[in-house]
């Protein structure tokens, strides 16, 4: 029996921080939307007790470091499981690039497992097992557009934006979200991105305030950090995308465009500055 799970790719179309908490997370506001660029999760039951995974990607860990695999002996620990797994991940999401590809990975883990094991979970008791995986599990194990805030781990769907593009460049570099926070101070934010505009303009399917509403505080750190993050927003910006924005702690950038043909130009303008280069529609 095969089990296959998509796992795809999360853009924030806002970032806000609010504070810093006393568990030492920060406290965030954030608007988050899956697009169609996704890793693939395919799990088998090989007999035994043993939790194997295997990618043809030589980018990850194959062992307990890789959330996929911490969601299943979490699962196994926690409602006293026997049974083994092999994983298989076709990993198509680049790897720490602000895209969540591990967290949605983690996600697909858990809801593949819940079939493959017959545990009978329902969404919100795999999203509270998720939040024990990372802040943005929760909601790739929900999917959709969302608005999340503590953490990142309570959710509040939100209609999906309007289909569009979306030309996702990464760099050649790989940033620690560790870092990023580490360097942010929260208390000295001066523009935060307004939750509520993009809320309102999501309800009303408004491609252009969508756009017009983008924003991510995050982007002053790392713009610090790797000055080419910012040389590369700058280049989408001046290929025509309707709006531009890092995603996460980055370092992918992402492009909205409502046309395919704009989103052709900007890839192909793209593709002698940054490698890493993708046009996917939005999901929903």
């Known amino acids: 029996m095969y089990i296959y799970e998509k ?6 179309l806002m970032l806000d921080v609010l504070h810093k908490r006393q568990d030492g997370f920060h406290e965030v506001e954030m608007v988050m939307t899956m697009v169609d660029l996704a890793d ?8 035994g007790s043993r939790i194997s995974l295997s990618s043809q990607s030589g980018y990850i860990p194959l062992d307990d470091k890789n959330l996929a695999v911490k969601a299943a002996r979490l699962l196994r620990q926690r409602f006293g499981i026997s049974r083994g797994v092999h994983m298989h991940l076709e990993k198509r999401i680049p790897v720490a690039a602000g895209l ?11 809801r593949g497992l819940n079939r493959l094991w017959e545990l009978g979970l329902s969404m919100a008791e795999l999203e509270e097992l998720g939040a024990e995986l990372g802040s943005d599990v929760p909601f790739c194990v929900r999917g959709g557009t969302a ?17 569009c593009w979306v030309v996702l ?30 809320k309102d303009a999501l309800e009303r399917g408004s491609f252009g305030d969508v756009c017009g509403g983008l924003g991510n505080v995050l ?32 370092p992918t ?9 704009k ?21 929903g």
């Open 219 to 250: 982007e002053d750190v790392t713009l610090k950090l790797y000055p080419g993050v910012g040389r590369l927003k700058k280049v989408m910006e001046n290929l025509g995308a309707d709006g531009v924005l890092m995603s996460g702690s980055g």
């Open 263 to 283: 989103a052709k130009r900007i890839c192909n303008g793209l593709r002698g500055f940054c490698e890493e280069v993708y046009a996917v529609r939005t999901l």
């Open 7 to 12: 796992a795809p790719a999360k853009i924030n």
């Open 100 to 110: 969540a590809g591990g967290s949605s990975d983690a996600a697909a883990a858990l």
């Open 147 to 163: 608005l999340a805030t503590g953490r990142g781990e309570k959710l509040a769907t939100l209609p999906n934006p309007p289909r």
């Open 169 to 198: 460049a990464k760099p050649p570099i790989n940033v620690s979200t560790a870092d990023v926070y580490g360097n942010l101070k929260a208390a000295q934010i001066g523009n935060h991105p307004s939750a509520s505009g993009m």
């Open 253 to 261: 950038v992402f492009g909205l465009a409502a046309k395919e043909e």
């Open 40 to 47: 693939r999760l395919t799990l088998s039951d090989p007999g």
